[in-house]
């Protein structure tokens, strides 16, 4: 079940962000998110108190989360976007973590699912995201799943991390 998070699901949202970096850490990474930097437990807590944390859940178990909203980050302007929409008319997905304990069970894939079926109710038009250029699983299920690429930047992730972003975008239907 994806669902809306609650306050007591945050300490175990961090603990698939603790997981997913710490198995970076000894395998190398895919994220290039950095273990005490990004994501965080702070990351999960003002993403609840504004409403954009979403928690897959299975028989009691936090499996994955995501950040759904429609906050651009500046560098999204250096997109190369396939559909032009108003910042009011996008559904941006952010943060999306599926813990190594949880991964090749689709959860990934359903939480996209599940980005698309929001953005269908909310009469959203367009879907936006980045990854880490080095992301070659989340590349090949966004692409999979329509999402086009749409070019990139090279940012400082949350101010602190360095890196090569690529962007996708989709179109929404409904």
Known sequence: MIRIATKADIPHVAATYCELLTYEQEHGTHSNWVLDVYPTEETAETAFQKNYL?????????????????????EYTAGTWHYEATPEQVLVIHTLCIPPSQAGKGYGRRLVQYAITVAQERK?????????AGNKPAATLYQKMGFLPAGGAHVLLQGLIPEEQIFFDRAITW
């Open 54 to 74: 979403y928690v897959l859940e299975e028989e009691g178990t936090v499996c994955g989360s995501v950040i759904l909203n429609q906050l651009q980050p500046e």
């Open 124 to 132: 959203l038009p367009v879907i936006r995201l980045d990854t880490w």
